[in-house]
């Protein structure tokens, strides 16, 4: 089946440092990659969806200078949060599905960010 | 913008006990999806539903997706220990596209 891979899995950084995610689809290539954020008890918010070779699209009130997504690759997407604040303290995962496949997407299993 | 309501956010029932959690959307969807995160973990997909009046089965879990395409429910009959986790339904308007998650149903099972 589809394996996607998140690292780190936990990060904790200082307030105004950058911290750089990882999201790779391990036996499949994904031209599409989504981003999400999930506070303690709540659902998953969608980000951004990034776009292989192209620019990410952002969901309504996401930041794009601060939430930078690059996906240079076919099976690489990276989220890096710029100047990172507590306020951004949550869990970020990825989700990705083969092309043509529409049996649901795969899962990361998630970054757990701190910032202290 | 699209919307998907799901309740309750929790329920909390005694093992052997039916449970069933409602999922509802303000806009018509292409499909819709089911997705398991059990504490501490990230969601994992369980099934999807693309025809209208659906109905799928996986074991003790029942899957059915409305007729208008609007809603969709989860049922799982006498639960066990191993079910205890966050049940999301998450709903796409095209196919292969963006997804819009439930708030999640937290089910807690006593043994």
């Known amino acids: 089946g589809a394996v996607v891979s998140q690292h780190p899995s936990r990060v904790i950084c200082k307030s105004g440092t950058s911290v750089k995610i990882e999201c790779r689809s391990l036996?499949?290539?994904?031209?599409?990659m989504f981003w999400y954020r999930q506070f303690p008890k709540q659902s998953l918010m969608l980000m951004a969806t990034?776009?292989?070779?192209?620019?990410?699209?952002?969901e309504q009130g996401v930041e794009k200078d601060k939430f930078l997504i690059n996906h240079a690759s076919l099976t690489l997407s990276t989220l890096t949060v710029t100047s990172a604040h507590p306020e951004d303290s949550s869990f970020y995962i990825c989700?990705?599905?083969?092309?043509?496949?529409?049996?649901?997407?795969?899962f990361g299993s998630g970054t757990r960010l701190t910032v202290v | 913008g699209q919307q998907v309501m799901q309740i309750p956010q929790y329920q909390h029932v005694q093992e052997g006990e039916d449970f069933t959690t409602y999922c509802n959307s303000s806009?018509?969807?292409?499909?819709i999806q089911w997705y398991k995160q059990r504490p501490g973990g990230h969601p994992v997909f369980l099934i999807q539903?693309?025809?209208?009046?659906e109905v799928k089965k996986q074991k003790r879990l029942t899957f059915q997706f409305g007729e208008a395409k609007k809603n969709s429910s989860l049922h799982i009959t006498a639960t066990q220990t191993t079910d205890v986790g966050t049940y999301f339904c998450?709903?796409?308007?095209?196919?292969?596209?963006?997804?819009?998650f439930g708030d999640g149903t937290t089910l807690t099972v006593k043994p």
């Open positions: 036996d499949f290539q994904a031209t599409t």
């Open positions: 990034s776009n292989e070779g192209s620019k990410a699209t952002y």
């Open positions: 989700s990705a599905s083969p092309p043509g496949q529409i049996y649901g997407y795969t």
């Open positions: 539903l693309v025809k209208s009046g």
């Open positions: 806009t018509t969807l292409s499909n």
């Open positions: 998450a709903g796409q308007i095209t196919n292969a596209g963006k997804s819009t």
